[in-house]
């Protein structure tokens, strides 16, 4: 592909290009897997509204935001018009590495979450072989490699900052970011290896997380719990006064 050519969007580069297509099918069947059992009332997808990575699941309020382009709702991923505590289920696909301010994207995303809520999260490794061809990436604004990468540690660990639990994760797309079909499939066997070999060196990290909230318990103090007891028994002893009488 030449330079005139380049994808201008993920979207486009997901849609146009061997390498976004065989990563395509990878986060859609991951995606399909892990929302087939999320229930609720209200889900929503945070951008790439021209891939469907709610399709498998039921809620029956879906709902794609974007910031630019085609979908049921325009709005900036930092400030959602959204209500607070609302949404069942919601999909950061590459949301975070593509935007300036991704820790406000995470605070909106724990803030619209119900309690015990989920988030998916798909982004790109930088400590794979794609991190290194982002390193030698010499053209500007070419996708995906104009992301900023986000290492899977401190991911993790803005997540347990507010208070979303990580349940679940995996890496994916361990062959080198060929640019052909062919190299594609010549370097399938790393895709079965990678688990094993190397599993933290996948090209992407799939997360799920779930917004805990610490509830309260009122505890009742011990002498409350005695005075109401004997305030029960106190129609006892007119059972007793009144059998004494019929003695008498």
């Not at 399709?55 to 959602?80: K, M």
């Not at 930088?126 to 990468?149: D, H, I, M, Q």
């Not at 803005?158 to 060929?178: D, K, R, T």
């Amino acid at each position: 592909m030449s330079i005139g050519a380049l994808p201008q969007s993920l979207s486009e580069w997901f849609a146009t290009t061997p390498l976004g297509q065989y990563l395509l099918l990878r986060e859609q069947t991951y995606y399909d897997a892990a929302v087939a059992d999320v229930f609720g009332f209200h889900a929503l997808q945070l951008g790439l509204s021209e891939h469907n990575f709610l399709r498998a699941n039921r809620i029956s309020h879906q709902c794609h935001v974007v910031g630019d382009g085609s979908a049921e709702l325009h709005a900036d991923y930092r400030d959602l018009p959204i209500a607070s505590n609302s949404v069942d289920l919601l999909l950061l696909p590459h949301a975070l590495e593509f935007h300036h301010d991704p820790h406000q994207i995470l605070r909106e995303v724990q803030r619209v979450l119900v309690p015990e809520g989920q988030v998916v999260i798909t982004a790109f490794n930088p400590w794979s072989l794609w991190g290194c061809r982002r390193s030698f990436n010499r053209v500007p604004g070419a996708y995906p490699w104009c992301g900023r990468f986000i290492n899977l540690p401190r991911l993790k660990d803005w997540l347990a900052l507010l208070g979303l639990e990580i349940v679940a994760g995996q890496m994916g797309c361990y062959s080198p970011p060929c640019t052909q079909d062919k190299w594609l499939a010549r370097f399938g066997f790393m895709e079965y290896a990678g688990d094993r070999w190397w599993p933290v060196a996948g090209g992407v990290y799939f997360l799920q997380a779930i917004k805990r909230v610490r509830g309260m318990r009122v505890i009742v103090p011990h002498r409350v719990e005695r005075l109401a007891t004997k305030k029960r028994l106190a129609p006892v002893p007119e059972k007793v006064a009144a059998r004494e009488t019929s003695d008498a």
